[in-house]
């Protein structure tokens, strides 16, 4: 055999293995695209992730308006993307191809400079704008409906606008001091609008924010107590201890970006001057507790929860403050690690959280007699929101009693009705009463030791 002969052999072979190993990519392929979609279809499907703290798109149900619309079309993409088979493990290799090719943004998040996560704010469209202003609108109704209750609203920056400094050069960012100008200035007189932004940017050099979730830390919440005394009627005092109560942190932007890179650490903060008690009880869990904190929580993912165990639609906290101020908190979950610091200065403290609360506000405000009410929200979720003006909306009767008006006293604290006023017969001193016994102290124990 001469040797053009064996280059043509050789030849013809190099192609036969080729075409092989084609044939055997292409079969992989299949199998993977083909055989984890099967896989993704028979599976049960997630209702949550624990990753990103958040619901799971579910599969839609096929409606005529759905299909006319797209928004069937555009549900069944959102379930496919969320229940698809090693979701989190794919969205990790995506990030870390992305950041090789030296990419700063990863699924809706930009990261910047010393490792911060910072998620992109949202930019309403006028539909949600619309929505929006009917939110405040139903704040100043409600304002100038309980004229003689101290109200105010509290709206906090998010990472992106407070450490812009930090962000990848020219990343695009929706300006939120802008929006803060704007909301206020559809405030009515009756509102007080405390400014967040000024106290925060003064301490942007400090851990104002987690770098791998959306909320702020213990010490940015500090601050903007501190930026809300004046507003609150309150002396607040800058005496705290702080305890780490985990350094082992990873929130929600580290799990929906992918990028693993650092983790963060929680405080709380127990006041030096206050010696006040109090019992909690939330809509999930009727018996009573005397912590704030739910150390539970710091061995899921979702550390944050460790403050009241999460969001609730209604959270109730009774002190023996010789305060009778009684306050109301429409909030998203910014408030959780906020309202530790007004514990000493209300007899009441009612947690609503609007997203999850469809019982009767203004049951609600006259059984317990509330003096103060308190919009705090951030930027992002503020935007973003669409059930304040639901919560707020005005009754045809607000003096009948119902059984879903006894249904609002979520609380349990033995209220008793005066004249639409209430006295809180609970002695928070009587530890029997808690689950936590001899935890009932001043300085929540169950945390700072």
């Not at 979701?87 to 911060?116: H, I, M, P």
């Not at 940017?201 to 107590?225: I, N, P, Q, R, V």
């Not at 539970?296 to 109730?316: I, M, P, Q, R």
Request: proline residues 2%; negative net charge.
């Amino acid at each position: 055999m001469d040797y053009e002969e064996r280059q043509r052999r050789l030849e013809k072979f190099k192609k036969k293995r080729y075409r092989w190993v084609c044939y055997l990519l292409s079969i992989v392929f299949v199998f993977v695209i083909f055989g984890f979609s099967i896989v993704s279809l028979i599976k049960p499907d997630k209702k949550t992730s624990e990753q990103e703290n958040r619901n799971l798109q579910q599969f839609p149900s096929m409606t005529l308006t759905g299909i006319k619309d797209k928004t069937w079309m555009d549900d069944l993409e959102d379930y496919t993307a969320d229940q698809f088979v090693l979701r989190d493990a794919w969205v990790s290799l995506k990030t870390t191809c992305d950041r090789l090719q030296g990419k700063k943004e990863f699924n809706g998040n930009y990261l910047g400079d010393d490792g911060y996560l910072m998620q992109i704010p949202t930019d309403p469209d006028e539909k949600q704008e619309a929505l929006i202003e009917d939110n405040v609108n139903a704040m100043n109704d409600f304002a100038e409906r309980y004229s003689d209750v101290n109200t105010s609203v509290l709206i906090a920056p998010n990472a992106v606008w407070t450490l812009s400094d930090k962000l990848p050069s020219g990343a695009p960012v929706r300006d939120q001091e802008e929006d803060s100008a704007w909301i206020e200035g559809m405030l009515s007189a009756n509102i007080n609008y405390i400014d967040a932004f000024t106290a925060l940017k003064e301490h942007k050099s400090e851990a104002l924010y987690y770098k791998t979730d959306h909320h702020w830390t213990t010490l940015g919440a500090k601050y903007a107590y501190l930026a809300a005394a004046d507003a609150l009627e309150i002396e607040a005092t800058d005496k705290f201890d702080e305890y780490v109560v985990t350094a082992d942190f990873q929130g929600t932007l580290s799990s929906n970006s992918g990028y693993h890179g650092q983790k963060d650490t929680i405080e709380v903060f127990a006041s030096r001057d206050s010696d006040v008690s109090y019992l909690v009880t939330d809509s999930d869990d009727q018996s009573k507790r005397a912590t704030l904190y739910d150390l539970d929580a710091l061995d899921t993912k979702n550390k944050y929860e460790v403050f009241f165990g999460g969001n609730h639609s209604l959270v109730d906290i009774v002190t023996n403050s010789e305060s009778d101020k009684v306050l109301v908190v429409f909030k998203d979950s910014y408030a959780n690690s906020f309202v530790p610091f007004l514990i000493p200065y209300y007899s009441e403290i009612i947690m609503v959280d609007p997203r999850y609360y469809y019982d009767n506000i203004d049951t609600l405000m006259d059984s317990h007699g509330v003096t103060d009410v308190l919009f705090l929200y951030n930027m992002d979720t503020f935007l973003g929101d669409n059930s304040i003006a639901d919560v707020l909306a005005a009754t045809a009767d607000t003096t009948e009693t119902t059984d879903d008006a006894e249904a609002v006293d979520l609380e349990d604290t033995d209220a008793t009705e005066t004249d639409g006023t209430s006295e809180n017969t609970v002695d928070v001193n009587d530890t029997a009463a808690t689950t936590e016994g001899d935890a009932a102290v001043t300085t929540d124990k169950a945390v700072t030791e």
